[in-house]
């Protein structure tokens, strides 16, 4: 069985710039969670999506966000990006709700310069 | 918002040792997740706790649902090198809405 994808792999932008990180999930799963892992340090939670809505949203500014697609894959996106958003982006995906397993994709390396 | 703390933030063993690390916070968690993340990649679920008290094993690895339900334990025996990496705890808020994320423990296995 196919885990969770996350694509690109690597991404470089300028100060700035825009972002857009893009994720698969399990097969079956519903809900998707976007995680920042700056250099160093544990997992900021970003945002919580299940069965297509915006559930929870971490202490982020507006200019990140994100939907979920009928197929339950998940995009966010980082607009007027600067350079703390240098990070290891993860996401996550489980069954519907909050309270199941959550099961991690490899993550997107944003650099920004 | 709750919070988790993990102890020790690092560590460094000699191969072939057993580790010990644990999850605690000031408030009621139900449900414990314990993850290991190799550098630069995504965090992998090692092993999951329901009840108070519920003591869980997944090869050399064994963890514990603290019967306070405020913390969780997790050790691993006769360490060796492919454990190194960050391990963290997780433990799903009061609402049962949201999973928390500790900040991780570093182990290095020294050979």
């Known amino acids: 069985e196919a885990g969770v994808t996350q694509s690109p792999t690597h991404l470089i932008k300028t100060r700035g710039q825009q972002a857009t990180l893009r994720c698969s999930p399990i097969s079956g799963h519903t809900s998707v969670y976007w995680y920042q892992q700056a250099l160093g340090l544990g997992l900021q939670f970003l945002l919580w999506?299940?069965?297509?809505?915006?559930?929870n949203r971490g202490n982020f500014p507006p200019r990140f966000s994100g939907r979920q697609f009928p197929n339950y894959s998940s995009e966010l996106n980082v607009n007027a990006l600067e350079l703390e958003d240098s990070a290891l982006y993860l996401c996550?995906?489980?069954?519907?709700?909050?309270?199941?397993?959550?099961?991690f994709g490899p993550g997107t390396r944003l650099t920004v310069l | 918002g709750q919070q988790l703390n993990q102890s020790p933030q690092s560590m460094f063993i000699q191969e072939g040792e057993d580790v010990s690390m644990n999850c605690t916070s000031s408030?009621?968690?139900?449900?414990w997740l314990w993850y290991k993340q190799d550098p630069g990649e995504g965090p992998v679920l090692l092993i999951a706790l329901y009840k108070a008290g519920e003591l869980t094993s997944n090869g050399r690895l064994t963890a514990q649902f603290g019967i306070t339900r405020k913390d969780s334990f997790l050790n691993i025996s006769a360490s060796i090198p492919s454990d190194v990496g960050i391990y963290f705890c997780?433990?799903?808020?009061?609402?049962?809405?949201?999973?928390?994320f500790g900040p991780g423990t570093r182990l290095s296995v020294l050979p």
């Open positions: 997780a433990g799903l808020d009061n609402y049962g809405q949201n999973f928390v």
């Open positions: 996550a995906s489980s069954f519907s709700g909050g309270a199941n397993e959550q099961f």
């Open positions: 999506y299940d069965e297509g809505e915006e559930r």
């Open positions: 408030s009621i968690f139900n449900t």
